[in-house]
């Protein structure tokens, strides 16, 4: 079964903080996702990689930038942490069939 | 570019009723289409998923999909709901080919008894 790993279940960090979210997943997929998901819109694309050092940019990069250094490990990373960055954090991975994804991170911005 | 429209933001519905969640989607290119399910303080699992194929899929669990393309929509459906139904849900499409999903806004569902 499929187990993709993040780091922490809740969050909380001040105003201007660099932040950093870890996902790690364990079935070797090439695809690993960012998706912040908000009350009333749903799970909103952030970033994805689709290989070791590759990245792409989703529909709400602004703000966040990833790394992906080795396949099994994506992070999300906050340069300088707003309020309107308070959300849940959800990362995903994909091989060859659908999207699999972890519990969550639920990130408080103070 | 694709888009879900997710047309009930919240549905109550009494034990062992039927229930339909609706989903319609836009997209200029072949799709395929993806239910999931989120209890609380949990992460999404996938429901059901149609590639391609027979039009209805079904989930181990009684709930059923439709891939309608002249409407552009994927309802689900069960017969007769539980209490453990209730969590929020989620329509997602991708293009053929592509790796992202975009989702809908979800439907909670709401079981009581």
């Known amino acids: 079964d499929v187990k993709v790993t993040q780091s922490s279940r809740y969050l909380v960090k001040r105003t201007g903080e660099k932040v950093f979210l870890e996902c790690v997943q364990d079935m070797d997929h090439e695809n690993m996702f960012w998706y912040r998901q908000d009350p009333g819109l749903g799970l909103r694309l952030i970033y994805f990689?689709?290989?070791?050092?590759?990245?792409e940019k989703g529909d709400i990069p602004e703000g966040y930038s990833v790394s992906r250094e080795k396949k099994e490990r994506f992070s999300l990373i906050l340069e300088s942490a707003s309020t309107n960055q308070t959300s849940m954090y959800l990362c995903a991975s994909k091989g060859a069939g659908p999207q699999h994804f972890g519990d969550g991170t639920r990130l408080s911005i103070l | 570019a694709q888009s879900v429209t997710q047309l009930d933001s919240q549905v109550p519905v009494f034990e062992e009723a039927p229930v339909e969640l609706r989903c319609n989607y836009s997209s200029s290119v072949s799709v395929y289409l993806f239910w999931y399910v989120q209890y609380p303080n949990q992460g999404l699992q996938l429901l059901l998923k149609y590639l391609s194929g027979s039009t209805l899929v079904e989930s181990i669990n009684g709930f059923e999909a439709e891939f309608n393309k002249s409407q552009t929509s994927f309802h689900l459906r069960k017969p007769s709901v539980h209490i453990s139904d209730t969590a929020e849900y989620f329509c997602?499409?991708?293009?053929?080919?592509?790796?992202?999903?975009?989702f809908g806004s979800g439907t909670r569902l709401q079981v009581q008894p």
């Open positions: 997602a499409v991708s293009a053929t080919g592509r790796r992202a999903l975009t």
């Open positions: 990689s689709y290989d070791v050092k590759m990245k």
